[in-house]
Nanobody, 129 residues
């Protein structure tokens, strides 16, 4: 059983930066290292939004248009940790940020019908104007 725990959220002003982390535990090395990972965010009353994704070895990434050029997803498989560097934050970036593991090992970042089997509980990001 894999557990994902996010951290690094907080309250910042517009234009500032935050780095989120998502650490996996409870499995083997390959339980994290062999899987593509995604960051999502959700605002109360709105649908969950896919923010960024990274493939198993970090060589391929995806970003939502709303964050492209400002956010950077990365991973450290030796530490079973996923990161999201968020720069030039805007009030509309506020929300609960989750990490999730793809169900299929070695899934391509843009794999159709991606499914997820493990989710973290989220870390809150609030950006004031």
């Amino acid at each position: 059983q894999v557990q994902l725990v996010e951290s690094g959220g907080g309250l910042v002003q517009a234009g500032e930066s935050l780095t989120l982390s998502c650490t996996a535990s409870g499995g083997t090395y390959s339980s994290f290292a062999s899987y593509s990972m995604d960051w999502f965010r959700q605002v109360l009353g709105k649908e969950r939004e896919a923010v960024a994704a990274i493939n198993w070895n970090g060589e391929s990434t995806y970003y939502a248009d709303s964050v492209k050029g400002r956010f950077t997803i990365s991973r450290d498989n030796a530490r079973s940790t996923l990161f999201l560097q968020m720069n030039s934050l805007k009030p509309e970036d506020s929300g609960l940020y989750y990490c999730a593991r793809r169900t299929r090992p070695l899934d391509a970042v843009l794999a159709p019908s991606a499914k997820y089997d493990y989710w973290g509980r989220g870390t809150q990001v609030t950006v004031s104007s």
